[in-house]
């Protein structure tokens, strides 16, 4: 189990941007795949961008493909969710997840440590 937190999130206007930044407290963080899951009220949690060990690969939710980028600093044991562009059907609780999958992965089952989250509202 990797220990993380979240930060990042706020309210902000339609069409601006937002960073999000996940610290892991593991000394093997550059071994586990990383990923960004975000939950609106009422529904489940989805997907939103995953990131491998070395961060050469990832993947990322067809609702936020060339708007959002995920990235890591392995020397920070860090992992970062740059959002652009954003629009008000982002709003949510943004988490981010460790997996044991290297290469990082789509779903839920496959990430065994989640941070508390950090609210993202977007206003139009």
């Known amino acids: 189990q990797v220990q993380l937190v979240e930060s990042g999130g706020g309210l902000v206007q339609a069409g601006a941007s937002l960073r999000l930044s996940c610290a892991a407290s593991?000394?093997?963080?550059?071994?586990?795949?990383m990923g960004w899951f975000r939950q609106a009220p009422g529904e489940e949690r989805w997907f939103v961008a995953s990131?491998?060990?070395?961060?050469?690969?990832?993947y990322y939710a067809d609702s936020v493909k060339g708007r959002f980028t995920i990235s890591r600093d392995n020397a920070k044991n860090t992992v970062y969710l740059q959002m652009n562009s954003l629009k008000p059907e982002d709003t949510a609780v943004y988490y981010c997840?460790?997996?044991?999958?290297?290469?990082?992965?789509?779903?839920?089952?496959?990430?065994?440590?989640w941070g508390q989250g950090t609210q993202v509202t977007v206003s139009s």
């Open positions: 997840a460790a997996s044991s999958a290297i290469l990082g992965s789509t779903t839920t089952d496959d990430y065994h440590s």
């Open positions: 990131i491998s060990w070395s961060g050469g690969t990832t």
């Open positions: 593991a000394r093997t963080f550059s071994s586990y795949g």
